[in-house]
């Protein structure tokens, strides 16, 4: 068993910052905790900012130079620095981790940025 836990949500205005964490915990041997993506209310869920299996790094148009992925000391963490936030930020955000073929996500966790 696999556990990905999203933490670091909230509300904030517009220009502020939050940090998201992704701690994986279970059976993690193998696991590779990816990243982030989020869904916005009535639409798809989206990539925000990944690690690629080269080890660099993979970020949406919309979040470049605001955003930055970052791992912990322990690679079962994965962070997600925020800034200049805006509206369009506003979404459930998920952390995604992968192990032998299989998918693993955690429940996410609430930003939501005020005008």
């Known amino acids: 068993q696999v556990q990905l836990v999203e933490s670091g949500g909230g509300l904030v205005q517009a220009g502020g910052s939050l940090r998201l964490s992704c701690t994986a915990s279970?059976?993690?041997?193998?696991?590779?905790?990816m990243g982030w993506y989020r869904q916005a209310p009535g639409k798809q869920r989206d990539l925000v900012a990944v690690f690629t299996s080269g080890g660099s790094t993979n970020y949406a148009d919309s979040v470049k130079g605001r955003f930055t992925i970052s791992r912990g000391n322990a690679k079962n963490t994965v962070y997600l620095q925020m800034n200049s936030l805006k509206p369009e930020d506003t979404a459930v955000y998920y952390c995604?981790?992968?192990?032998?073929?299989?998918?693993?996500w955690g429940k996410g966790t609430l930003v939501t940025v005020s005008s």
């Open positions: 995604k981790g992968l192990k032998f073929g299989r998918e693993y």
């Open positions: 279970g059976s993690i041997f193998g696991l590779n905790v």
